[in-house]
């Protein structure tokens, strides 16, 4: 029989507790201590930058699970960490370090530290290349070429899809991956330089990891990667490098508005501002352009165009954030240093804040005051195209008439745009029959609009480009037409871009909701292409015409110093013909004379003095032939003529 007295239930429970609380002691002074893990640094953005920027300060925003809550401290001299700046993000923190101008390139060394665990990374500070700082940029001396890499030339097969990319290459689909690359482009410089092309634009290069409908480049998924289906960075360098000592200089396409629905941003955006609000919350942007600068213009709908999203699978970006400002910047400056850029085309620019494009391009001229950079504002109104122009002359009268501040409160920065007004006009004008105010005259009565613009002449003129029918669709297969287009295009007051294919009359759909059709696939540039632009095999005579007539046009640009920055006078339009010239004193006269009419014209010469000198003589920039221009010209039914003039 048990003796002892009954615990009441409470002691027992006291006991019991007590008895946990010592074994759980004892176990966990046996046990191994729990070392904490060390701080995981996914990414640093930019991932290496460089000395003697003349902006000292650098921003550089790291990426790892729960980065906010680690200490960081950097190793190495002529760089101090100024501050660590967290948002509200768990997963980014910003690095805010400034350059001394005395640093030297080499490695310096970030430490990533909690609870006394660390993680380093190196960062590496690069020296520039000589000279960076005073490259050229595109200018009217230049033809540039715009093409689409994935549409241009498959130089490596390999690449064609790659695991974790998604949206595999289909040739066959107007809207899928064809597979042209860099390498391709590469193969084909001897060709571009042969043909008088001194500056490629290409479409976005940068990684495009979309499920599908990622050819184009326009949904950036990583702004610092190549899309690898493309190449790797070592090949854009390499281009760059090739594309140099042949003459020609390479454009990048930025975007500084949107992104792919693929970026990580869309799922954890470095600070909760970092994006403007998706759909349905928002609605698309209303693509009411003219609202930025309309002096009348409701600020809703200022706000419905730069704050909406370009389209469901392209988040737009708050550039009214000054991380993601700064983060752009850098970007750009980036990619001109890494690649050695001429310049940058910059897609969509009036859909960003106003405010950050003037910061953006002023801040990249600060480092490159000689960087060609140009614009896309999609408007066939000059007035709205002319108002982004740096020096605008009337913009401010536009607002003092309205008795208000500019629309956005800044003045423009941007050197150039794409000059949509003229291009759309001359179309228009070849199609039509002349009249009045139509044909020639349209062109004529059109080019006062060149008064709105600070400097016309550094305008680019594009005689098609990858978002509208190609020329030969949009002037009915004519190649006299198509012949007037290039000439103008290569000879007015505007620095000439020309679309790849142009030159053997690559076809399209006519109408603008074919996008996927502009961009047919370069002839040859696949292996058992039926036909080859570079080797002229399988062309048709009427298209290795037109592309022998343009090489020859396009390599004699290069010798006259009157298209290249010359002034501009034009004559009324009379009988189907129109004439300008282009001058500069101490070099030749370049005259351009158009005949639109079936049959032949004759000029009096006397009209187009004092431009023209008494006793003119002119070579055919074409046929080499000299002309005696003292009393007429006789121009051929339905073409055109370029001369040099000489006394």
Do not use: C
């Amino acid at each position: 029989m048990n003796t002892l007295p009954t615990l009441p239930s409470q002691r027992r429970h006291t006991l019991g507790l007590l008895t946990a609380l010592l074994l759980s002691t004892l176990l966990g002074l046996l046990a191994p201590p729990v070392l904490a893990a060390p701080p995981q640094v996914d990414a640093v953005e930019p991932p290496h930058w460089w000395v003697g920027f003349a902006d000292r300060r650098l921003q550089v925003l790291a990426y790892g699970p729960d980065i906010a809550k680690v200490q960081v401290s950097l190793r190495g001299t002529g760089v101090t960490l100024e501050r660590v700046q967290r948002t509200d993000s768990p997963h980014h923190l910003f690095l805010h370090l400034r350059v001394a101008a005395t640093a030297q390139p080499g490695v310096r060394q970030f430490i990533f530290e909690r609870q006394g665990e660390r993680h380093s990374v190196d960062y590496l500070l690069k020296a520039r290349e000589p000279g960076s700082a005073q490259r050229r940029g595109f200018d009217g001396r230049d033809v540039l070429l715009n093409l689409m890499p994935d549409r241009f030339a498959n130089g490596d097969p390999s690449n064609d899809n790659v695991p974790g990319m998604g949206d595999p290459a289909d040739r066959q689909a107007p809207g899928g991956r064809h597979g042209g690359d860099l390498r391709g482009v590469m193969e084909r410089l001897d060709y571009m330089a042969d043909m008088g092309f001194t500056a490629v634009w290409m479409t976005p290069v940068v990684e495009n990891r979309q499920p599908s409908y990622s050819y184009h480049g326009y949904a950036a998924t990583d702004l610092y990667r190549v899309d690898p289906r493309l190449g790797s960075l070592d090949d854009y360098r390499q281009l760059g490098q090739q594309a140099r000592q042949r003459g020609i200089g390479l454009i990048h396409d930025a975007v500084p508005n949107h992104i792919g629905a693929g970026h990580r941003w869309l799922a954890q955006p470095p600070a909760a501002d970092w994006l403007n609000p998706a759909p349905p919350q928002a609605a698309l942007t209303n693509h009411a352009r003219t609202t930025v600068r309309d002096p009348y213009a409701a600020p809703a709908d200022r706000a419905g165009f730069t704050r909406g999203w370009f389209a469901p699978s392209m988040p737009d970006l708050n550039t009214t954030q000054p991380l993601l400002a700064q983060y752009l910047v850098q970007n750009a400056l980036w990619w001109i240093e890494e690649i050695g850029l001429m310049g940058l085309r910059v897609d969509t620019w009036s859909y960003s804040d106003p405010g950050f494009l003037a910061q953006w391009a002023a801040r990249l001229l600060q480092e490159y005051p000689r960087l060609a950079l140009v614009g896309e504002e999609w408007s066939l109104n000059p007035v709205v195209v002319s108002a982004w122009q740096a020096g605008n002359p009337l913009l401010g009268k536009l607002d003092a008439a309205a008795r208000k501040v500019p629309a956005d409160g800044t003045q423009p920065t941007l050197p150039s745009l794409m000059d949509f007004p003229l291009q759309d006009t001359l179309r228009r004008a070849l199609l039509e029959p002349e009249g009045y105010s139509t044909g020639w005259v349209r062109v004529f009565d059109f080019m006062v609009n060149d008064r709105l613009y600070a400097d016309p002449a550094r305008l680019v003129l594009f005689e098609g480009n990858h978002d509208v029918p190609r020329l030969a669709a949009a002037l009915n297969g004519d190649p006299a037409l198509q012949r007037m287009a290039l000439a103008f295009t290569l000879t007015t007051r505007r620095t000439p871009q020309l679309y790849y294919g142009v030159e053997v009359m690559l076809d399209s759909p006519k109408t603008h909701d074919a996008f996927d059709r502009f961009r047919a696939d370069f002839p040859g540039g696949w292996a058992g292409d039926e036909a080859d632009a570079v080797s002229g095999r399988g062309l048709r005579p009427e298209q290795r015409e037109l592309q022998q007539w343009l090489r020859q046009l396009m390599r004699w640009r290069q010798t006259q110093p009157a298209l290249h920055r010359g002034q501009l006078t034009h004559w009324h339009p009379q009988d189907g013909t129109y004439v300008f010239a282009r001058h500069l004193p101490g070099s030749p006269t370049v005259l351009v004379a158009f005949n639109k009419s079936e049959q032949a014209r004759t000029l009096p010469t006397a009209r187009f003095a004092p431009v023209l000198p008494a006793g003119a003589r002119a070579t055919d920039a074409i046929t080499g032939d000299t002309l005696d221009l003292s009393q007429t010209l006789t121009l051929a039914p339905r073409s055109v003529r370029v001369l040099a003039v000489t006394r």
